[in-house]
């Protein structure tokens, strides 16, 4: 029997294992998909020796596991963030598939007006959704609780003609996620209206507060669910490219 695992804290809202569990049977293969939580990343260690022929990785390691395997691969290493290890030829590879997932789920949805972007959170996730947008060049912008830069603005600076002025926003925070539904990460939403695309990368709930009144707003609105399963299509290609 073949094993795959996802790696993260908090794992008992993963959408993962029953993804994976579902497909392996479809495919009519004898596999398991486990969820491993670890309380800190230097645990990891013992499901990169070996028993695994694939993990995903999720928060808040995507950043730190780096220096736990062998190589990256250019697209990870340019992100910043893994979320899928490979194992190829006794060593440990780093993909990121996010970027590949995000890109496919909002593709259908981008329109002319959509330049510049507005994305939640500076986490793993984000870096992948910021790698995607600018790389078909749209302006990217992000807020932040705790880090400041370039582009990078404190929640508390958000007002009407920021959001008016970015047409796409994308939450990459678990503000908003189950159990804590009545939460979201923007304390006004004055400024949206019928030419924004809200995009939250949470899938439960499949609504959540922040898409919902977006949507009151006229905005077009998309949830988290169609990016994991690209990513997670893209992750099982990888495992069974080197298998």
Known sequence: MKKYGLIGKSLGHSFSRRFFEAHFKSLEIDATY????????????????GGYQGLNVTVPYKETIHPFLDELS????????????????????GYNTDAYG???????????????AL???????????AFVLKNIGIQV????????????YP????????????KLIVNCTPVGMFPHVEDCPLTSLNGIGASHLMV?????PEETLLLSEAKKRGASTLNGLPMLKAQALK???????FA
């Open 235 to 241: 992750s099982w290609e990888y495992w069974n490219q």
């Open 141 to 152: 912008n992000f807020l932040s609780r705790e880090k400041s830069g370039a582009n990078v």
């Open 200 to 204: 939250d990368l949470i899938y439960n």
């Open 74 to 93: 250019p697209e990870a290493l340019a992100i910043g963030a893994v979320n899928t290890v490979v194992f190829k030829e006794g060593k440990t590879i």
């Open 155 to 166: 929640y508390d600076s958000v007002n009407d003609a920021m959001l008016g002025a970015c």
């Open 119 to 129: 994305i939640l959170g500076t986490g793993g996730s984000s870096k992948a959704v």
């Open 34 to 49: 486990d969820l491993l939580e670890i309380q800190s990343i230097d645990r990891v260690i013992p499901f990169l020796k």
């Open 102 to 116: 995000f890109q496919q789920a909002i593709k259908p949805f981008l329109t002319f007006e959509h330049e510049r």
